[in-house]
């Protein structure tokens, strides 16, 4: 399964990048697999008000499939 993945804000800056493309084996991940996976390799730390889209759309849940793409934002300020 082939996954775009974007970072935005401080999440880019801690990744050094703002997109990579990556393969991953099998099928059957979602999001919170995807989550632990990046914080993992990245050393993120597992802020609540982090927020994961797909395919541009902000709380989906469920399995990802070949092509998606995942998007890593910051949390959002207000005022």
């Not at 880019?12 to 059957?28: Q, S």
């Amino acid at each position: 399964m082939t996954l775009t993945i974007k970072y935005f804000g401080l999440i880019a800056e801690k990744t050094g990048t703002k997109e990579e493309i990556i393969t991953l084996d099998g099928e059957g991940w979602n999001l919170e697999d995807i989550k632990e996976y990046f914080f993992s390799k990245y050393e993120l730390s597992d802020n609540q008000s982090l927020q994961i889209a797909v395919n541009q759309s902000l709380g989906p849940s469920g399995s990802l499939k070949d092509g998606d793409e995942i998007a890593f934002l910051p949390p959002f300020a207000g005022g």
